[in-house]
């Protein structure tokens, strides 16, 4: 595994890949302690992990992309680079992270949450831009967030909606397209520990 700094009390699974080599001029990839990594994962390289990072088996983190600490990268999860990820994020099964996008700190995409970057994927020519999912934010399973979209703190995001424009902060956003509401009593606060 060239091209790795590996922090202390690290467990890389043999079949991980670390430092996946996409260019030649490609950089190291830097995971710091405590880092569980699973069979199948494949880390490229210019990536910068904190601590306690965890992956499940065969999750995808390409180039330039950060990542704060304490965050669950699950099982088949793709997050296709050039992408900030904060503190205690939580990844679940198949979510998707396109490139350009920024995602805050105690925030939890559930299974198969699908983030998009292209508003009109190969029809026209012009500039990606990935959402924001601000701290705090849960997105439930099978959510789907369009391009250039922010997810304002500390919303929840009902299983299976499609936000397609900006959710306020500290709202409840449910259908396809979503609609929001006030968030109830027993949703507010945030995901912080």
Not at 89 to 105: A, K, L
Not at 171 to 191: D, K, Q, T
Request: charged share 25%; glycine share 14%.
């Amino acid at each position: 595994m060239t091209g790795l700094r590996a922090g202390e009390r690290c467990e890389i699974d043999a079949g991980a890949t670390i430092s996946y080599e996409y260019a030649s001029d490609g950089g190291r990839t830097r995971i710091g302690d405590d880092a569980v990594v699973r069979h199948g994962t494949i880390i490229y390289g210019d990536v910068s992990i904190g601590d306690g990072f965890v992956t499940g088996h065969d999750a995808i983190v390409r180039e330039h992309t950060t990542i704060g600490d304490d965050v669950l990268v699950g099982t088949k999860t793709v997050i296709d680079g050039r992408s900030e990820i904060g503190d205690d994020v939580s990844m679940q099964t198949g979510v998707y992270v396109p490139t350009e996008t920024t995602i805050g700190d105690d925030v939890f995409l559930g299974p198969h949450a699908v983030l998009t970057n292209d508003p009109y994927p190969l029809r026209t020519d012009h500039d990606v831009v990935g959402p924001t999912i601000e701290d705090g934010v849960s997105l439930g399973a099978n959510t789907t967030i369009l391009p250039d979209v922010t997810v304002g703190a500390r919303s929840f995001v009902a299983a299976g909606a499609v936000v397609t424009e900006d959710v306020p902060p500290d709202c409840l956003a449910v259908g396809s397209p979503a609609r929001f509401r006030e968030l109830p009593p027993e949703l507010r606060g945030g995901n912080g520990r």
